[in-house]
C-alpha cells in the first residue's frame, strides 16, 4: 500500500522541480545572452549576408593638375559586367551579343553564360558608358553591371613618363601615380539589395548605398605650356638626329621646381601597351632621374667652380693647351687635338679646353675634390619624387688614381643622372644653394586641406662670388663660341657635351656618343635652366655644339614667346656668313680661313687635311658659330 505524501516530502519535490526550472531559465538566458549579446553581431552579418548582395562603388582617384590649374589627369565612369548563370535564360543569345559588344571570344563567353554552379562571375573591368548602354538595351537575364572607374589623360602622350598610368583595377603603375599612390586612391563605397538564396535580386526592395571618398588631387610644378614646348623639341631631336633616345629638363633655377621633364621615344596614356612589356618598361620609366651617364665637357661647370672657390683658380691664369697632357704616363687629349695654344681661364672654358680642366681637377686633388662631390651631391640620390631615381656613379676615393681625377675634371669617369647634374648646376648659378628638386608643389584632399607638401633641403656649397663668376663664363660661352645655341636679343648662357658610352665589358663603344647642352637664362642671374640629351645620334654628327646646342635656341626661343619676355640689353647682334668650302685643304689653312670669319670649329680625327665639313659650303652661318670638320 503505497504511503501518503506527507506535507514535508511535498515541499522537497516542489523545491526540486524549482530548482531545476531555475537552472533551465538561466542555461537558456545564458544562451541568449551568447547568441544576442557576444555572437550578436557576427550571426547578424550572417543573416544579412543571406539575404543581401554587395556591390562595390569604387571611389574615383585624385585628379592632377599642372602648376596652372590645368587639368592632367582626371577619372571617370566605367562598368564592371558580371553573370550569374543561374539567372541566364537563353546562354547562345547572351554569349553573342555580348563577346560583340564587348570584343570577347564567343566560345569562352559562353562557356561562362552557361555555368549554373558559380554564382556570379566577372565578364570584363571598365566597360565604357556607351557599351554599358547598348548591355542595358539588350535586357539580358541574369548580366549585371556595376559603376567602376577609369583614367584619362588630358593631354594623350604628353608627360607619359611624370604621370604615369594605372592598372585595370586602378593602382598607380608608374610615375605619379604610382608614387603617390595612397595619396590619389580614394575610399571605396558600396551599395546592397534584398536577394534570395542563389544570390538572386528580389525585385521591389530597396537599394542602399554608402558613397565613397574620391582620393586627393596633387598639383604639380609643371608648367604644361612648357611642357609642350619642351616635347615638341625632343621629338624633333629624335627624328633629326635618328637617336635611340632623348631627354630633357626645364627647372627654376633659384628653387629647383621642375617646370617640365620627358623623355622621347614615349607612348599615349589613353592607350598603354600593356601587352608589349618589354616596350612598356622602356617607354615609361623616367630616363632623367634612372639613368646614369657620362657628362662630358658640361660637368666642367663643377670643376671650374670649386677651383674657384677654393682660390685654385682666377681670372689671372693662364692655361697653355698643346692638344694633350701626359698624367701618369698616359697620353689624355683635348678634344681639339692641335691644341688651344695658351688661354685664360675665361677662354678655356668657352674653349672647352680639356687640358685646362685635367690641371684644375689635379689642383685640387683627390681629397678637395671629393669633398666638393660630397657638398654637390655626387653619388648620391636627389630626393625628387619620381620612382627609381639612381644615386649616379662615384669611384671610391681609395681607389682612384691620378690618371682618373684628371679625367674627372672634363666630365669622365664618373656617371651622373641628368636630374643630378641640372640640380648641381641650378646650385652653382644661382647663388650658391643647392635645393632638392622637386615636381609637386602640393597635395590636397576634396575639402581644400593640404595632406602634403615635400620636404625641400637648401644647403650652401660655394660663395655667390663664385656663382657670379661662373654665370660670366657661361655667358660668355654662349655669346662668342655658343654658336647654335645664340638668341638674338637675349643673353643665354650655357655649356655643351659630349661624351663617349660605353659597353657592358667597360670598354668604349665605338661611334656611340652623347650629345648634351645646359643652358641658362638670363646668364647674369639665372632664372630657367633647360637641359637635353641626345642619346647615340646616328644623322653624321655627335658634338653637343652641333647636335644639342640648335635645340637649346629652339626652346629659349619659344619659351620667351610664351612667357612675353621682353628683349634684353643684350650683346650685339651677329653677322651673317657664308660658309666656304675647306674641304680638301689642310688642317692649317682650314682653321685660319675659319678663324678670319669669326668661326670657330672642333676637329673630328688627328689628320693634316680636311675631308668633310658640316654645315657645307654655302650655308649662311653666324659669327661665333662652330664648325665641324673630319681629319685623314
Known amino acids: ?63 592632377i593638375y599642372d602648376r596652372t590649374g590645368d587639368t592632367l589627369a582626371v577619372s571617370y565612369t566605367t562598368y564592371n559586367v558580371y553573370v550569374r548563370g543561374r539567372e541566364v535564360t537563353d546562354a547562345e543569345r547572351t554569349a553573342q551579343i555580348l563577346s560583340n559588344l564587348l570584343d570577347l571570344n564567343n566560345e569562352n563567353t559562353l562557356k561562362k553564360v552557361s555555368n549554373k554552379n558559380i554564382s556570379e562571375s566577372l565578364l570584363k573591368m571598365q566597360v565604357e558608358s556607351d557599351i554599358a548602354e547598348k548591355i542595358y538595351e539588350a535586357k539580358l537575364d541574369g548580366i549585371y553591371m556595376a559603376e567602376n572607374v577609369g583614367r584619362y589623360y588630358v593631354y594623350g602622350d604628353l608627360m607619359t613618363q611624370l604621370l604615369g598610368f594605372t592598372s585595370i583595377d586602378n593602382v598607380g603603375q608608374s610615375g605619379i601615380e604610382a ?62 638626329q635618328k637617336a635611340k633616345a632623348v631627354t630633357g629638363i626645364v627647372m627654376e633655377a633659384k628653387t629647383g621646381k621642375l617646370l617640365a621633364i620627358s623623355s622621347k621615344p614615349s607612348f599615349d596614356l589613353n592607350d598603354v601597351p600593356r601587352d608589349d612589356l618589354q616596350a612598356l618598361f622602356s617607354y615609361s620609366k623616367m630616363s632623367a632621374v634612372t639613368d646614369t651617364y657620362e657628362p662630358g665637357s658640361t660637368f666642367k661647370i663643377l670643376t671650374v667652380a670649386a677651383a674657384l672657390e677654393e682660390g685654385f683658380a682666377s681670372l689671372d691664369d693662364t692655361f697653355y693647351c698643346p692638344g694633350y697632357r701626359m698624367v701618369d704616363g698616359q697620353r689624355i687629349k683635348c678634344w681639339k687635338t692641335v691644341g688651344h695654344g695658351t688661354q685664360t681661364l675665361a677662354e678655356a672654358f668657352a674653349n672647352s679646353c680639356n687640358c685646362c680642366f685635367m690641371d684644375l681637377a689635379l689642383r685640387l686633388g683627390v681629397d678637395k675634390f671629393y669633398e666638393y662631390a660630397e657638398k654637390f651631391g655626387l653619388g648620391q640620390k636627389t630626393g625628387i619624387t619620381i620612382t627609381g631615381e639612381s644615386s649616379g656613379i662615384l669611384m671610391k676615393k681609395e681607389n682612384v688614381k691620378t690618371v682618373d681625377l684628371a679625367r674627372m675634371g672634363f666630365g669622365h669617369a664618373i656617371a651622373v643622372t641628368p636630374i643630378q647634374l641640372l640640380s648641381i648646376v641650378s646650385a652653382i648659378t644661382n647663388g650658391g644653394i643647392l635645393n632638392t628638386p622637386t615636381v609637386v608643389e602640393n597635395i590636397k584632399d576634396i575639402y581644400g586641406n593640404v595632406t602634403y607638401e615635400p620636404k625641400v633641403e637648401s644647403r650652401r656649397i660655394i660663395s655667390q662670388e663664385t656663382s657670379e663668376l661662373v654665370n660670366s663664363f657661361l655667358k660668355l660661352t654662349t655669346n662668342k663660341t655658343g654658336d647654335y645655341t645664340f638668341v638674338e636679343g637675349y643673353n643665354v648662357g650655357g655649356k655643351t657635351g659630349t661624351a663617349q658610352k660605353y659597353n657592358e665589358n667597360g670598354q668604349i663603344a665605338q661611334g656611340k656618343y652623347i650629345s648634351s647642352f645646359i643652358g641658362t637664362y638670363p646668364a647674369d642671374n639665372p632664372e630657367y635652366l633647360f637641359m637635353i640629351m641626345v642619346d647615340e645620334p646616328s644623322a653624321g654628327a655627335y658634338y653637343g655644339s652641333i647636335v644639342a646646342s640648335p635645340y637649346g635656341k629652339e626652346f629659349f626661343s619659344q619659351l620667351f614667346d610664351y612667357k612675353d619676355i621682353p628683349k634684353d640689353d643684350a650683346e650685339s647682334v651677329r653677322k651673317e656668313v657664308i660658309m666656304p668650302n675647306v674641304t680638301g685643304m689642310s688642317l692649317a689653312n682650314a682653321l685660319a680661313t675659319l678663324k678670319t670669319l669669326k668661326l670657330f670649329c672642333e676637329v673630328d680625327g688627328e689628320g693634316t687635311f680636311v675631308t668633310n665639313q658640316l654645315p657645307p659650303a654655302g650655308t649662311i652661318c653666324y659669327e661665333g658659330e662652330t664648325i665641324l670638320i673630319s681629319t685623314s
Open 1 to 63: 500500500m503505497q504511503k501518503p505524501y506527507t506535507l514535508y516530502s511535498l515541499q522537497k519535490r516542489i523545491l526540486t522541480v524549482s530548482l531545476v526550472l531555475i537552472f533551465l531559465a538561466c542555461c537558456l538566458g545564458v544562451r541568449l545572452f551568447v547568441v544576442q549579446i557576444i555572437n550578436g553581431k557576427a550571426l547578424q552579418i550572417r543573416a544579412t549576408d543571406q539575404w543581401t548582395r554587395d556591390l562595390a562603388l569604387v571611389a574615383p582617384r585624385g585628379e
Open 179 to 240: 608614387y603617390f599612390n595612397n595619396y590619389l586612391t580614394g575610399q571605396d563605397g558600396y551599395s546592397y539589395v534584398q536577394s534570395d538564396l542563389q544570390g538572386k535580386e528580389i525585385g521591389g526592395n530597396l537599394r542602399y548605398y554608402v558613397s565613397g571618398v574620391a582620393g586627393n588631387n596633387i598639383n604639380l610644378t609643371v608648367d604644361s605650356k612648357i611642357q609642350i614646348i619642351l616635347e615638341s623639341i625632343l621629338n624633333k631631336a629624335y627624328e633629326e
